[in-house]
């Protein structure tokens, strides 16, 4: 009974050795889109806008992609590692452009090389250098405001002229605070023919600024436009937020605080008379723009006058238009809008509202107290 006991234990274990060290059976596959991707034409010194190529793992197993290389040298990686592994129904993307040196088609090749599979994944590329006749004349290459006092807006109209012979698209305007402009979506500017615009600087602290308005084309080359001006001292109560307000998006929590200087604190807020916020959202009488977006508000430009009133006998009374720009979901999580810091005792904002000075507190997505 002893030998068959022992006989029988051996027997567990040796099957339970075999069970434990049997392989997983590897099914699905590890795919790529687009296997073939026209970046259409583009002018020779420009870059086109970057086709995004997804590596998706359909297996049941984590995938390395152990190396990648392209072909075709007017081609450019412009995002995407190797090596790197991809979990399990997951993926990994790589962008690429097209930025012709010469006339004519040109061909290219991104090769995805796997750690499961001899064959390479492959994605044929394809793009024709062409040469414009179009050119963009700015009605200025500099633009000086002010000086001005804090908190007020001044603007400026910019003209954009074709002067050439073939038309051209003007892609986008971009300007950073205390610079603004009206918006401008993609835009066919034929031979001729002009697009006219408004630049505006609202200054938020007292000083200097200088920046670059940049204008980004289909078929020219990129120009940037000179922006400076100056701000002094406000004399009286003054609306101090830029009078472009954060981005809302759709259907998503949005918060944005105003601000006021001079005058007798406190103060109270109000959307003036005759003016409406964009569906959703609502003025505290503290000051804070805030609400969730409506669904059913169209994406673009909007604008609102707002009201500062302080508690000087009688009260100062100053207003301010101000634009919110409304987008339509892109598909991140947007409604998570604030973190609260254990320091300070502020009110919780976006970070994006955040202006010039010094703040409290630090998070960070690897290690504790920042990254």
Do not use: H
């Amino acid at each position: 009974m002893q030998r068959l006991s022992s006989r029988s234990a051996a027997s567990v274990c040796l099957f339970l050795f075999a069970v434990g060290s049997a392989a997983m059976a590897f099914t699905g596959s590890v795919t790529v889109t687009p296997t073939r991707a026209n970046l259409g034409q583009e002018a020779v010194g420009l870059k086109t806008r970057p086709v995004v190529i997804q590596v998706t793992n359909g297996t049941n197993k984590g995938v390395s992609v152990t190396s990648i290389s392209l072909t075709g040298s007017q081609f450019q990686l412009t995002q995407g590692i190797a090596p790197i592994v991809v979990g399990r129904g997951t993926s990994t993307t790589y962008t690429i452009l097209f930025a012709p040196t010469v006339t004519g088609r040109a061909t290219g090749t991104f090769t995805i090389t796997l750690s499961n599979q001899t064959q390479p994944l492959t994605v044929s590329l394809m793009g024709t250098g062409v040469v414009s006749t179009a050119v963009a004349s700015p009605s200025a290459t500099s633009l000086t405001f002010g000086p001005i006092e804090q908190g007020l807006v001044t603007s400026q109209l910019f003209t954009l002229t074709n002067t050439g012979a073939q038309s051209f698209g003007l892609r986008q305007v971009i300007t950073d605070p205390p610079f603004s402009n009206d918006p401008v979506s993609i835009t066919t500017v034929a031979a001729g023919a002009s697009v006219s615009f408004n630049v505006y600087f609202s200054p938020t602290t007292v000083g200097s600024f200088t920046d670059n308005m940049i204008l980004d084309f289909d078929t020219v080359p990129q120009q940037a436009i000179a922006l400076s001006g100056s701000s002094t001292t406000p004399s009286t109560l003054a609306v101090t937020t830029s009078n472009l307000l954060p981005a809302a998006t759709q259907n998503a929590a949005y918060l944005a605080p105003l601000a006021a200087t001079l005058g007798t604190p406190p103060y109270t807020w109000a959307v003036q008379s005759g003016s409406t916020l964009p569906s959703g959202l609502t003025l505290s009488t503290d000051g804070i723009v805030s609400g969730t977006v409506a669904s059913t508000v169209v994406p673009g430009s909007y604008k609102a006058t707002v009201q500062v009133t302080d508690s000087s006998v009688p009260p100062l009374v100053t207003p301010k238009l101000m634009t919110i720009p409304v987008g339509a979901p892109t598909g991140a999580a947007c409604n998570n809008i604030v973190t609260n810091s254990t320091e300070g005792t502020g009110p919780l904002v976006p970070i994006d509202v955040l202006g010039t000075g010094t703040y409290f507190g630090s998070m960070g997505g690897l290690y504790d107290l920042g990254s």
